[in-house]
């Protein structure tokens, strides 16, 4: 398909319209320079036909209909002609620019160093430079003042290039830092890619999306440099070719003199198409940026047949369970109570541009003072569109019906205005990411703040000691201090207690809390829970939870309500869903759950030979300016036997991934060594290292983002092939064929793009592409922390069958305890760089020696209320000096 067609289908309304418009604009010119010599009645240069003088300055006429020039030359031939000057000067430049400013910003974005300083230097020199002024430099430079036709269109083009050079260059080196950092790189070097290859197939093919802006806004501003060269007589020769610049320049004196025919035509043919290339350049910007375009959900369409299949696979039930079903007594009916928020139909649809999607259906549920009600589901289950529409936080392209009512009073429907007391005043929220919910630019004692003075009449010195108060409140240390920090100085829980201060600040009805742990580590989000459950036993408050962790429902929850797909398909008490759940697919979400210590895992592999071996490995990265350098892992050593998994865990920060990119060369040690296989591959550059890279794969954390866009899956699985073995092509089929066919997705699905995929498949291709070439070792990191539960269980179940039957060894990196008690022989806990901990799973999970070991522990949330409840007060004061 091309791309004006499927633009143009993109488009919609006002934005088409200028799109078309720009389009047959452009058309109309490069129609008039390809058949210049036979649209043109005279040529260019002619001042007589059949040895009849034109005269000059002839008004418009039968014989020429734009009039004639002060030298009797045909003002419409000169146009026609101008514009086949124009547009081989555009070309030109345009091609020349790219073919220049591309390589460069691909080099200098990817390469770094002493290349890139340099480079960024030059460019911005010539950046900083007036632009025509050097056109004109660089134009007396190349063609002396004066040239014939072909030379004086390539000085001219060659001029203009030196104006757009630093344009591609700095947009496509940018571009190159952004992506080199993306998983699907990192995965390419892991199996030894060549730096030519990545920049092309890896890196050059997600960054020349923009290449269609920017060429078509520099085409407008080609012409307008054009002109202006030959305005000031630094152009084309005009014996040579036509020129508008050149014309407008003759045309000024006969203004004066109301001979105006001679410099409007060539003044507006420029208007035209300088209007016509600008129109297409910023439509393209506007249907091409992601950002500006307006979705269809979350999930994929992949992801949503996938969850639906499951759906109804669950929900097809037999007639003996349709039996016990019936036999089951009923949810008592509780008495009536007063809400203090209730959502009856609540219905909320978008308007995309694939047409409308169903995000809520009719939900109907509510919360009373003093409550907590969890609602929980997978991605795309509708549960955090269905909370913000409650606060009017939904984009414009939102349609929203049924009914909000809090305190009797529907909130559904109000304008903002009306809606701006209520927010933060009788309904607050907490956000799941206190990073991006805290501005970074002002203190949070001034945030908080903010929020008083707009719903309270109180001065800034009684706001500031409220602010201190409620610092205190949720826990904050040194709270008279830390009032004046910027968010930047706080840690990722610091921050989230900030937030809930702010949430609490005027003693609101209900809190609305969406996700507020998952940003967290484990020790951090007990902390957090502890906070809320405690605010709601001081202050009565109103809680509704959204969560996908069924630990923390258990942890916290009164009542939970189970959504999927838009739809509520149970609700019961905490304790009454988690011992009888009515509904399948809540049995299967969780019989789903990972449960620490209830797994039966494998036992120790101490007869096999070593494959991995950390010696005394230090990694430190450069500090600030003055300051020392950071450790990242300090003094480590450990090593994984053939077919023994080795969970590494640990909370953020603590060095685990750090080790995994080490072992495979994406990051060099700074002291100590890692053999594979008996092979050193510390220290080793990436053409030495390169040979050892099939003694081990590598399986990312976000399956989105490790496998690349541009590519098929089959090319994707089959990249280590091409790089590491002389298979030929036909042999590399059969052996991606093979791979999919082992991790349970089949042939077909290699000439699917991993936009096709759903999360669960997109792991199941990083896994295949890790274990293409048969390695030793596989270094997983976080492989299934970005998976739902379920999507979770079905790839760990699939793991464990290929490690038992390939028996390679792994280094399973992860926070999840619970994950990792299911797969591994032998546990690691790391620390702030250091290994606190390691040996068999059940004697480091079960019976812990280290103290950070058992806080590790304690702090997880296990998916079972009344053992939850036991842990929650075995752990003490285990976890109140966490922050």
């Excluded at 002839?58 to 020429?64: C, R």
């Excluded at 039996?323 to 909320?348: F, G, M, Q």
């Excluded at 304790?575 to 509904?583: E, S």
Aim: net charge negative; hydrophobic share 45%; glycine share 10%.
């Amino acid at each position: 398909m091309t791309l004006v067609p499927t633009v143009v289908r993109q488009s919609h309304g006002l934005q088409r319209f200028m799109l078309l418009l720009g389009f047959g604009l452009v058309v109309l010119f490069v129609f008039l320079a390809i058949f210049a010599p036979w649209l043109a009645p005279y040529g260019f240069n002619a001042d007589r036909s059949g040895g009849v003088v034109f005269g000059t300055q002839q008004s418009p006429s039968a014989d020429h209909w734009f009039g004639t020039t002060v030298g009797g030359t045909d003002v419409l031939s000169r146009v026609i002609f101008g514009a086949r000057t124009a547009v081989e000067v555009i070309i030109l430049a345009v091609v020349l620019s790219g073919l220049i400013g591309v390589p460069l910003g691909l080099l200098s974005g990817y390469l770094g160093g002493w290349l890139d300083r340099v480079l960024v230097l030059v460019m911005d020199a010539m950046y900083a430079f007036p632009s025509l002024l050097l056109a004109i430099v660089i134009s007396i430079v190349v063609s002396g003042g004066s040239s014939g036709a072909t030379s004086g269109i390539l000085a001219a083009a060659v001029s203009i290039t030196a104006v757009f050079v630093p344009q591609y260059y700095r947009v496509i080196r940018n571009a190159t830092l952004s992506v080199k950092a993306e998983p699907y790189v990192d995965a390419a070097k892991v199996v030894g890619v060549k730096t030519p290859r990545i920049l092309t197939k890896h890196i050059f093919s997600n960054v020349s999306s923009s290449l269609p802006v920017i060429g078509t806004l520099n085409a407008s501003e080609a012409i307008l440099t054009l002109a202006g060269l030959g305005f000031l007589g630094f152009g084309i020769e005009p014996s040579a070719a036509a020129e508008w610049g050149y014309d407008l320049n003759k045309a000024l004196p006969d203004a004066s003199s109301g001979i105006w025919w001679t410099g409007i035509f060539p003044g507006m043919a420029i208007v035209l198409i300088v209007l016509g290339a600008t129109l297409v350049g910023e439509s393209l910007n506007d249907i091409l940026n992601p950002l500006l375009r307006t979705r269809g959900a979350d999930t994929s369409e992949a992801d949503q047949a996938e969850i639906e299949q499951e759906f109804e696979e669950l929900t097809a039930i037999s007639p003996v369970e349709e039996d016990e079903a019936r036999a089951r007594p009923a949810t008592p009916t509780a008495e009536k109570r007063v809400a203090a928020l209730s959502l009856t139909d609540l219905a909320v649809t978008f308007r995309t541009d694939a047409g409308q999607v169903r995000a809520v259906n009719g939900i109907s549920f509510d919360v009373a003072p003093g409550e907590v009600v969890a609602v929980v589901g997978e991605s795309g289950s509708g549960k955090s569109v269905s909370s913000r529409a409650v606060l009017g936080l939904l984009p414009s392209t939102a349609e929203v019906t049924g009914s909000a009512t809090l305190g009797g009073r529907d909130l559904l429907g109000l304008s903002n205005n009306t809606l701006r007391p209520i927010r933060g005043d009788q309904v607050s929220m907490v956000f799941q990411e206190p990073s991006t919910a805290l501005n970074p630019v002002y203190t949070v004692g001034w945030q908080i703040v903010e929020g008083l003075q707009a719903h309270q009449k109180i001065s800034k010195k009684a706001a500031r000691a409220r602010a201190v108060e409620l610092l205190e409140l949720v826990g904050m240390p040194d709270p008279a201090e830390r009032v004046d920090y910027y968010p930047h100085q706080l840690s990722g829980g610091q921050k989230q207690r900030v937030v809930i201060a702010m949430a609490i600040a005027c003693d609101p009805d209900v809190i609305i809390a969406d996700e507020p742990t998952t940003a967290l580590d484990v020790t951090v989000q007990a902390a957090i829970l502890e906070l809320l459950l405690s605010l709601r036993d001081r202050l009565g408050t109103a809680i509704v939870l959204i969560t996908h962790n069924m630990g923390v429902v258990a942890d916290m929850a009164d009542r939970v309500v189970v959504m999927y797909r838009g739809t509520i398909v149970e609700q019961a008490p905490a304790r009454q869903l988690f011992a009888a759940p009515r509904h399948p697919y809540t049995r299967a979400l969780l019989d789903a759950v990972p449960h620490l210590g209830r797994a039966d895992g494998p036992g120790l592999v101490d007869d096999n030979d070593l494959v991995l071996v950390v010696d005394d490995l230090v990694v430190e990265f450069p500090g600030k300016f003055g300051q020392p350098p950071f450790r990242a892992v300090d003094h480590v050593s450990l090593e994984v036997r053939k077919g023994e998994v080795l969970g590494l865990v640990g909370e953020s920060g603590s060095g685990k991934s750090t080790i995994g990119r080490t072992t495979v060369g994406l990051q060099q040690p700074t002291s100590g060594t890692i053999h594979v296989s008996g092979n050193q591959v510390s220290g080793l550059s990436d053409r030495q290292l390169r040979p050892l890279r099939s003694r081990f794969g590598f399986v990312f954390q976000d399956p989105a983002s490790s496998l690349n866009p541009r590519m098929s899956i089959g090319q994707c699985i089959a990249e280590p092939l091409h790089v590491q073995t002389d298979l030929g092509q036909a042999e590399i089929d059969v052996k991606v064929r093979s791979l999919l066919d082992s991790v349970e997705l089949g042939g077909s699905y290699a000439e699917r793009f991993p936009h096709e995929l759903s999360g669960g498949q997109r792991q199941r291709v990083s896994l295949a592409r890790a274990l293409a070439l048969d390695p030793d070792l596989l270094i997983a990191d976080e492989p299934t922390s970005a998976l739902d539960v379920s999507v979770q269980a079905r790839v760990l179940e699939l793991f464990t069958e290929l490690q038992q039957r390939l028996q390679f060894a792994c280094l399973f990196i992860s926070h999840d305890l619970a994950v990792v008690d299911t797969l591994a022989n032998r546990v690691a806990v790391m620390q702030h760089g250091k290994l606190v901990e390691i040996g068999p799973r059940e004697q480091v999970l079960g019976n812990p020696q280290e103290e950070y070991t058992k806080r590790l522990i304690a702090a997880v949330p296990v998916p079972d209320p009344e053992e939850q409840a036991r842990r929650r007060a075995e752990r003490g004061a285990l976890l109140t000096d966490i922050s």
